[in-house]
């Protein structure tokens, strides 16, 4: 099976691929055949310069804001900002980590747990990083957007997320998903968004800010309630920032005000600095419990190593790599939301791609993969399988099994 890779973004709902990726070893075949093609041929034309950034500072970073959206966003490592966006009243919570086409589970386990014998909260807050990111707004207003969420991940092809043409600062151009996004998030989602944010639900967003190399929150039923044009475009921006791949997908700018003058930020890929996110760390390990009854947590993901011998080649060491790491990071960030979860009495359940799970993926974006993991995840939902363990065995030895 796939592994999660820093590598890519997907799915109507995007994030990092595998380390075994047929996507980075075709997009590693294409290079190659440009370049045969490069010495035969004329040469490609330069490509046109990006627009220069008006230059700013960190003083300017540290006051930047969003004009007309107060609490818009805060800084993701700051504890005390982000209490002031809580909900007054505890509730429970639930968070949605990245994970590229695997997101696919996360949508199975949420339509699957609508039908469930205990149905499915009403969320208190809910929050998404990459894949999650997407998948967050639909979960945020409820069940009668499961129908969506199934269409997201079970007709989706990579010709909706991707043309492949390589711009200055990546190596695809990620026009068809800023397409799928502006299609999916409309007013009208917007303005239900912002009601239930007037009723003290809150929907949070994870960007990392190049410039400021720091976790960004963002507010999205503060900018849903704003309800302007500029705060649909800006709703649309997040979320595929949040999908940003480096060097696959091009960041987003975001424009800001800071100390008088307009100033344009680079955001990407939330995944960079929180593999899903509940909460800055200082207030995990601090003594004031956060307003949650419950904590779930949907990883998009196995959380075993899975042995594959390693293709000798820039793409699958690489891609290899940074899917170690990235799991790696998961489990790091398990551990560290359960040991909080204890010393605040919050009752924690995770749910995850179950190692038993072990249907072939044939190349980039399968169809038949992703029904077939959807379906895996909405069985775990229905049946309550999926939250049935408190935090997952984490073992560093994993699977021998290869595929």
Known sequence: MLRILAGFAVGLMVCALAPSSPSLEWASAQAQVKKKGEKKGP?????????????????????????????????????????????????????????????AYGAGVLTGWTNSSGGRPDFSVVTGVSIGSLLAPLAFLGPRYDEDVRKSFTTITAADIFEDRVLRDSLFDHWPLRRQ????VTPK???????????????????????????????????????????????????LASCAIPGFFSPVAIEVEANGKKIEELHNDGTLTAPFFVAPEAMLAGATRPP????YVIVNSKLSPEFKMVPQSIPGVLGYSIGTALTAALRTQILLVSAAAQRHGIP???????????????????????????????AAGKNGSAFDQAVPGISMRGSSTAQ
């Open 43 to 103: 040469q490609p034309k330069e490509l046109p310069k990006a627009p220069e950034r008006a230059p700013f500072t960190v003083d300017d970073e540290a006051t930047a804001e969003i004009p007309g959206i107060p609490n818009a966003r805060v800084w993701g490592d700051d504890a005390a900002a982000f209490a002031r966006l809580l909900p007054e009243t505890s509730g429970p919570w639930l968070a949605i980590s990245g994970g590229g086409s695997d997101g």
């Open 348 to 378: 924690l359940r995770v749910a995850h791609v179950d190692p038993a799970f072990n249907f072939p993926q044939r190349g980039t974006f399968d169809g038949k993969y992703m029904q077939a993991l959807y379906d895996f995840g909405v």
């Open 189 to 239: 989602l917007l303005a239900e968004i912002a009601a239930e944010h007037a009723r003290g639900r809150r929907l949070f967003v994870v960007t990392t800010n190049l410039d400021a190399e720091r976790r960004t929150v963002w507010n999205m039923g503060a900018i849903a309630t704003k309800g302007d044009d500029k705060a649909l475009k800006l709703f649309r921006d997040i979320l």
């Open 292 to 295: 949650i009854s419950q904590l």
């Open 181 to 184: 996004i502006e299609q999916r």
